[in-house]
């Protein structure tokens, strides 16, 4: 794919690339494989629907399936049925999620099975292109289906519903596409808005892991940590991947300076941080690789399969696997979130620093010492969020949807909880810098230079005691390009 543009084909999406889509400046652009899928899907609905009962097409939804739709009504069931899904509430979620959604959108339908008739494949790039948003309130999705989200956008695409605008400009303009009556249901039966939110969170929390180490290593040069713990030997005898994964990576940022430990044996923050940062790294992998197989996939209620001229009504919409891979990411988020707490304890300790407590520019200072409650703030936050959402469930629609997993609140909660772990990952690296500079010592090369040379251009220096929230907002915007140092 070129820098500047992104081409959907309906099986190669990746979360970075909804990254991208979400947040650059970018052109999304469909490959005429997805079109082709696409229409061969339609092609086919039409055929089947004109010979059996189709979910959706001919019937009504959810505990209506069992009622008919009659031919003459046809064109006004479709309609109603937006209308009257289109009914989120609360206050609307953030442009890049939407952005995610509709190109996770795009993908699937280019990945064939949905039946929507193949001009909507151009409608939503446009709309990605135009820079369009549909309202989407939070409220509204529980795990088996984004129907507000997409009943709402359909309903812009129409012209019934505005776009998003800025109040100083003229209301935008659509791609003036008009979904058909009978592709409603097809349309909204995604769960776009939570694999596109998941898939950016996935891959903020990856980035954040590997930034973590990148600070943890600085912590562990600053109070002149014990190497043991990272040795080969240690690893190959409790052989987890993600285990040895945090451990080489620490080995190669230690690498360059190995100054003599201070103690024998050093706190958990140092001495547990391959065993639980490991666990961290391997659940967030697995959530992207889910993510990104959901993302894939023709995952339509009913799928209509072209080659073999039917369509099967099943259960692929319920997105379980999503919801309890990102509950697991976050449990794992907190207990390796809690070790960053426990290293910035240390920094504030004379025996572990050389310093003044707190690292106060006198005996009296308090230094660094509120750092240690914002990061006991966010930490409380990702315990809070780490909850699993996977826990609840939900009997709807006259009992005949009798179950939901939650995946779009799992989703949102690894929002949050990404975002609280970098404001508090922020907080470590503050420390770490600040114990470094006031002692008057810096790795001698290699990434970890790099990363102590990149934070001296954007920590404050002074010492003396003063507000430091400009210097956590620093430090925390600066966390993604300490992960690009990780080896």
Known sequence: MENSRIVIDGTALTCAHVVRAAREDVTVAISPDGTERARAAWRAAREIAAAQPVYGRTTGVGANRVVDVEWEDADAHGLRLLRSHAAGAGPLVAPEIVRAMLTVRLNQIAAGGSGVEPGALQALADVLNLGLLPPVP??????????????????CLLGERPWLADPEEAPPRGPGYRLQSADALAFISSNAATLGEAALAVADLREMLRASTVVAALSHFAVRGSGEPYAQPVQDACPHPGQQDAAAAMRALLAFDQPAPMRIQDPY???????????????????????????????????????GLTVWHNGNFHTAYVGLALDSARAALFQTMALAAARLGTLAEPSFTGLYPFQGATEASSGIMILEYVAHSCLADVRRLATPAALGSAVLSRGVEEHAGFSTQSARATTDAVAAYRLGLGCELVAAVRALRM???????????AAVDLAGTVLDPRVEDRPLDTDIAAAADLLPRLARLHP
């Open 269 to 307: 923050g140092y001495r547990a941080f391959p065993q639980v940062h490991g666990p961290a790294l391997e659940a967030a992998r697995y959530a992207e690789e889910v993510v990104t197989r959901e993302i894939n996939a023709a995952a339509e209620n009913p799928l209509v399969d072209a080659p």
């Open 439 to 449: 002692q008057g010592r810096a790795p001698s090369g290699g990434p970890l230079r």
């Open 138 to 155: 939070v409220y509204g999705a529980i795990g088996t289906g984004d129907l507000t989200a997409l009943a709402s956008t359909a309903l």
